[in-house]
């Protein structure tokens, strides 16, 4: 596929804009990634969430950070007009839009990706399952899709955007929450436990942590828990 655009989300962020051939109409899901490799290292194939959702048709995006060998090339080195191979999404990381489910995305850095895909698909088509995500960064500097998860609370009645910032400096004028997720903080978000459905994503830490929270702390049955690991 072309790369159509390559959009800086933050200094070691961007996000990758993969127009789809013609003729090329593909059914996935929202939620789902894809596996990317470039045409002179064949062998070598990552996986990749996709932030764009099932509705937004010709492209895929991808949010990708400048860390290992191939988020390092993707994000130094990827431009317009380059080709990149991809394979087809995959992945069972899927919203439970069922009527009447609540979604708690609990997410760290570049974890927040798919949620992007979930809250976009949601607005969209303007359904009423309430989503919160739950966001952890290190300072406001890190908030991926800041603006847009805004506009997107701002549209979407039934969608909360919430952060907390790990490692300001305790002087920072940020009057939002400081500190780790913990589990009275995911607490207070759920409005009716055997409906919600619970989500983590990202590198393999931030979702143990998420997983300890949710079904150690909290006692959530484990089919009420999604998550998907980065490694
Ligand atoms: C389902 C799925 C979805 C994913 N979605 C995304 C996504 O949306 N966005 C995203 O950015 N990533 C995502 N990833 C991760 C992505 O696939 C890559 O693993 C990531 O870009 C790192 O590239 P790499 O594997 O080539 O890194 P490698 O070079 O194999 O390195 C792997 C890890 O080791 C660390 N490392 C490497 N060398 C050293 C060293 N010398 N010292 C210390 N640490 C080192 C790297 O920082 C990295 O964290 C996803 C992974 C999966 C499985």
């Given at each position: 596929m072309l790369v159509e655009s390559v959009t800086p989300e933050l200094p070691d962020t961007k996000t990758l804009k993969l127009k789809w051939p013609d003729g090329h109409n593909p059914e996935f899901q929202t939620g789902q990634f894809i596996t990317l490799y470039w045409p002179d290292a064949p062998e070598y194939k990552r996986a990749y969430s996709l932030?764009?959702?099932?509705?937004?048709?010709?492209f895929y995006e991808v949010t990708i950070k400048r860390e290992g060998k191939m988020g390092t090339r993707i994000v130094d080195w990827a431009k317009p007009g380059q080709t990149m191979f991809v394979l087809p999404p995959a992945g069972?990381?899927?919203?439970?839009?069922?009527?009447g489910k609540q979604l708690i995305c609990i997410a760290g850095g570049s974890g927040v990706t798919p949620f992007r895909a979930f809250v976009r698909d949601a607005t969209k088509r303007e359904l009423e399952n309430k989503i919160t995500v739950l966001y952890s960064v290190?300072?406001?500097?890190?908030?991926?899709f800041n603006a847009e998860f805004h506009d997107l609370a701002a549209e979407n009645p039934n969608f909360n955007f919430y952060v907390t910032c790990?490692?300001?400096?305790?002087?920072?004028?940020?009057t939002g929450r400081r500190g780790r997720i913990d589990a009275a903080w995911v607490k207070e978000q759920i409005h009716d436990l055997p409906n919600t459905v619970f989500y983590a994503c990202g590198p393999n830490p931030l979702v143990e942590f998420a997983e300890q929270v949710v079904l150690h702390d909290l006692g959530v049955p484990k089919t009420q828990m999604k998550t998907e690991k980065w490694g």
């Open positions: 932030s764009s959702c099932a509705l937004d048709r010709g069972k990381f899927l919203p439970a839009f069922e009527p290190r300072t406001t500097n890190d908030i991926i790990t490692r300001l400096h305790p002087e920072d004028k940020w």
